[in-house]
């Protein structure tokens, strides 16, 4: 810490001041640099954990606890950020003066007492709560890494337990598999004659969601898909089961994050922003937005939920197919939160 006694008057020694800045400087800079890098380990523990979990978080706290760690090292950056800009105030400052021609040095050392009290000020002010809030991002990494480690294992054991069937497969089975696999060595169909379907179909009735698809859209997925027919295509990936959306706070999320790395290729920040910030609309029910085929069908389902005026959205109808035992209770959902 540079603190210089004012009170007598003297003006320090400036090559002293200017190499105690430079440290300052370096500590602080220091300091940002483990913000990034705990913010980074927390981007990373995200996308091991989505890996092994396939995004399907049964416990909603995983996601805040994600939420404000990605809330507070943004913050703590910016503090950081602006504790740096008043450092470089006092650098500048300094550098600046002219010490020769004109020199006060009452007015020199009262300006530069107020710029360095200005910089302990804010300095002391949030210095704990960075101290603190990067001790629990730590922490959090810590855990996430040992819930990673913990489903790896998991897996590892499913995978030895598959190896040991395997060798238990006789030989006429490899031999129809092989035939069935030269079988689908066909080539895919290239041209559709499958009308559009434009409905959203939730249905209790057959606990299953149907998503609607255009033909443009079906052609262009199957040439990318592992599917040989549009209806293979259809099946897995236009018609779902509706437990998939059994927990409607975390299928929002899901959802949403999905819509925005793999449709609109934004970032994984974005994504994870973006689905955090859908999670608790309650009357949004999530297969809506497996439905957007991107972010401007989203947002003007969005704007016409919040003006009470869904009849404007054309884009796809939504039909809700509900069970004669059950109500909907006055909300956009089949499902309670």
């Given at each position: 810490?540079?603190?210089?006694?004012?009170?007598?008057s003297k003006l320090p020694d400036i090559s002293n001041l200017e190499a105690n800045i430079d440290t300052e400087m370096y500590v602080l800079e220091k300091?940002?640099?483990?913000?990034?890098?705990?913010?980074?380990?927390?981007?990373?523990?995200?996308?091991?954990?989505?890996?092994?979990?396939?995004?399907?978080?049964?416990?909603?706290?995983?996601?805040?606890?994600?939420?404000?760690?990605?809330?507070?090292?943004?913050?703590?950056?910016?503090?950081?950020?602006?504790?740096?800009?008043?450092?470089?105030?006092?650098?500048?400052?300094?550098?600046?003066?002219?010490?020769?021609?004109?020199?006060?040095?009452?007015?020199?050392?009262?300006?530069?007492?107020?710029?360095?009290?200005?910089?302990?000020?804010?300095?002391?002010?949030?210095?704990?709560?960075?101290?603190?809030?990067?001790?629990?991002?730590?922490?959090?990494?810590?855990?996430?890494?040992?819930?990673?480690?913990?489903?790896?294992?998991?897996?590892?054991?499913?995978?030895?337990?598959?190896?040991?069937?395997k060798l238990f497969s006789t030989e006429s089975e490899t031999k129809t598999e092989t035939k069935n696999s030269n079988e689908k060595s066909t080539k895919?169909?290239?041209?559709?004659?499958?009308?559009?379907?434009?409905?959203?179909?939730?249905?209790?009735?057959?606990?299953?969601?149907?998503?609607?698809?255009?033909?443009?859209?079906?052609?262009?997925?199957?040439?990318?898909?592992?599917?040989?027919?549009?209806?293979?295509?259809?099946?897995?990936?236009?018609?779902?089961?509706?437990?998939?959306?059994?927990?409607?706070?975390?299928?929002?999320?899901?959802?949403?994050?999905?819509?925005?790395?793999?449709?609109?290729?934004?970032?994984f920040g974005s994504s994870f922003s973006f689905g955090m910030k859908l999670m608790n609309n309650y009357k949004l029910h999530p297969a809506v937005i497996?439905?957007?085929?991107?972010?401007?069908?989203?947002?003007?389902?969005?704007?016409?939920?919040?003006?009470?005026?869904?009849?404007?959205?054309?884009?796809?109808?939504?039909?809700?197919?509900?069970?004669?035992?059950?109500?909907?209770?006055?909300?956009?959902?089949?499902?309670?939160?």
């Amino acid at each position: 810490m540079f603190i210089y006694n004012f009170r007598e008057s003297k003006l320090p020694d400036i090559s002293n001041l200017e190499a105690n800045i430079d440290t300052e400087m370096y500590v602080l800079e220091k300091q940002i640099d483990t913000t990034n890098n705990n913010k980074e380990a927390v981007y990373k523990s995200f996308i091991n954990l989505s890996i092994h979990t396939y995004l399907s978080f049964e416990n909603v706290s995983i996601l805040n606890s994600f939420n404000d760690a990605f809330s507070s090292s943004a913050e703590i950056v910016d503090k950081l950020n602006n504790q740096k800009e008043k450092l470089l105030s006092i650098q500048k400052f300094v550098k600046d003066t002219n010490f020769n021609e004109g020199f006060n040095q009452n007015e020199f050392l009262n300006k530069l007492q107020d710029l360095l009290e200005d910089y302990y000020d804010y300095k002391n002010t949030y210095e704990k709560f960075i101290i603190d809030e990067n001790e629990k991002i730590f922490s959090l990494v810590k855990t996430l890494n040992k819930i990673i480690n913990t489903k790896k294992e998991t897996k590892k054991i499913d995978i030895k337990e598959n190896d040991k069937n395997k060798l238990f497969s006789t030989e006429s089975e490899t031999k129809t598999e092989t035939k069935n696999s030269n079988e689908k060595s066909t080539k895919k169909q290239v041209k559709s004659d499958i009308p559009n379907n434009n409905t959203l179909i939730i249905s209790e009735k057959e606990n299953k969601v149907y998503l609607p698809f255009f033909s443009t859209d079906l052609q262009q997925s199957l040439l990318k898909s592992k599917y040989e027919t549009y209806e293979e295509l259809i099946q897995n990936d236009y018609i779902f089961p509706l437990k998939k959306y059994r927990s409607p706070v975390i299928s929002r999320f899901r959802e949403g994050y999905k819509l925005m790395r793999e449709k609109e290729y934004e970032s994984f920040g974005s994504s994870f922003s973006f689905g955090m910030k859908l999670m608790n609309n309650y009357k949004l029910h999530p297969a809506v937005i497996s439905a957007c085929r991107n972010i401007d069908e989203l947002q003007c389902f969005l704007d016409c939920l919040e003006d009470n005026n869904l009849q404007n959205f054309d884009i796809f109808d939504i039909k809700f197919d509900i069970a004669p035992s059950k109500k909907n209770k006055g909300g956009y959902f089949i499902y309670n939160d």
